[in-house]
């Protein structure tokens, strides 16, 4: 009889998207939460030409880079394109998406089958925890540029660059 644990297994690989402009603690609990699921974690900065961000793409992926290096098995990139062409040119089966409330399912929902009939990927959706579940990085950016304390809501770098990037505004 063969002992099939010391085989190689494919790793499992998913992606997690979005902005992240800036990342919050709600992006920061779902990629967490995704890194103890599977073996390596793709956050991907989608470049949307047509926003304009407060942060620099490039500063968006240091962030990332800082505020995930605890966690080991993340990779963070941009892409520019459909999510599933991203999935396909590095064979990611999995995208994995937070959801905050009701409204968020209805939509991604739409892009879950969307996503699966043009390329087969398949979506999980993780429950936010209940902590998060009103936040949003827009929210952020605009209780941090009228003042507010927002830093329960990013981590702590996040909070210094935030900081830095209003005073400069």
């Known amino acids: 009889m ?46 949307n030409n047509s926003k304009k961000g407060l942060f620099s793409l490039e500063e968006r992926i240091a962030l990332i880079e800082e505020v995930t290096a605890e966690f080991g ?22 995208i994995v998406k937070g959801l905050r409330a009701v409204s968020d399912f209805d939509y991604e929902l739409q892009m879950a089958q969307m996503n699966n009939g043009l390329s087969g990927v398949e979506t999980l959706f993780i429950p936010t925890n209940p902590t998060y579940s009103f936040l949003s990085s827009s929210l952020v ?29």
Not at 26 to 36: F, V, Y
Not at 141 to 150: N, P, R
């Open 2 to 47: 063969t002992d099939r644990r010391n085989e190689e297994r494919p790793l499992r690989r998913a992606v997690c998207p979005g902005s992240f402009d800036p990342i919050t603690c709600g992006h920061l609990d779902i990629i967490g939460r995704a890194s103890k699921l599977y073996d390596t974690v793709h956050v991907v900065v989608m470049i």
């Open 73 to 94: 098995n993340v990779v963070v990139e941009s892409f520019h394109g459909l999510l599933v062409d991203y999935c396909k040119e590095r064979d990611i089966p999995a």
């Open 141 to 169: 950016k605009e209780v941090a540029a009228w003042g507010g304390d927002v830093s329960h809501l990013v981590p702590a770098p996040v909070l210094r660059e935030l900081r830095g990037k209003l005073m400069r505004d």
